[in-house]
């Protein structure tokens, strides 16, 4: 199935506040506000996923309690993130999040505009990597050191395609049955698992993933490893639109949603 075939059916959100979630971009709020939004928020996630990864290690030599750790603050500053940020931006944080909207709104559809795309892109990518450094001095760590945490190997890449698919067939499908108020739940709990059930520990986010190649720490990633990563996860994009596609239908959407 060609990406084309992926979005021929619109998303189609719930109004913003009732629904304050990523997918569901607010149409009235002035995009400034709204970048800002996307900027403080994806900073905040990273230092989330950055800070508890640098307590953990510090706390603890075991790698499973160190992954438990930092998956458990994710789950629940994600949460608190999208349930906070959702009515300004729609807390995408994520440039996957970001690009599929467009995609399933270039038709005339809402979501977010190309040029409204190009700008929380580039939000969340700075967002990212001051919170990734904002990290790094929360814990005494110089400020940027780029991490030589190699993640270059296949399976690892494979982990990033199921883990963003799974993302976007979450929030897609979601918003396709109008339940888009169960996003700040969902979403969080979805990362959660994906930390352990993907070999990768689910980045599923470029914006994330960029900023974590700042801080030498747990939750680094080397900059040789950032183009494998982001390659797999547009591709985990382009997988979960199609399964949307393909699973929730216009009629079948309306049966789950009635």
Known sequence: MS?????????????????????????????????????????????????????????????????????????????????????????????????????????????????EAALYIAAQIAGATGGAILADAMFGKALVTFSTHDRSAGHLLLGEVVATAGLILLIFGLARTDRLNLAPVAVASYIGAAYWFTSSTSFANPAVTIGRTFTDTFAGIAPGSLTGFIAAQLLGAVVGLALVAVIFTKREAEDVAA
């Open 3 to 115: 990406a084309t075939d992926a979005a021929a059916e619109p998303l189609t959100p719930a109004p913003a506040a009732a629904q304050p979630s990523p997918g569901a971009t607010p149409p009235r709020v002035p995009p400034a506000r709204r970048a800002t939004a996307e900027l403080v928020g994806t900073a905040a996630l990273v230092a989330v996923v950055v800070g508890s990864g640098i307590q953990a290690t510090e706390l603890t030599h075991d790698v499973a309690l160190q992954l438990l750790a930092n998956s458990t603050a994710t789950v629940f500053g994600l949460g608190v993130l999208i349930a906070l940020l959702g009515p300004v931006s729609g807390a995408h944080f994520n440039p996957v999040v970001t690009l599929a909207e467009w995609w399933t709104a270039r038709r005339g559809g809402p979501g977010v505009t190309l040029r």
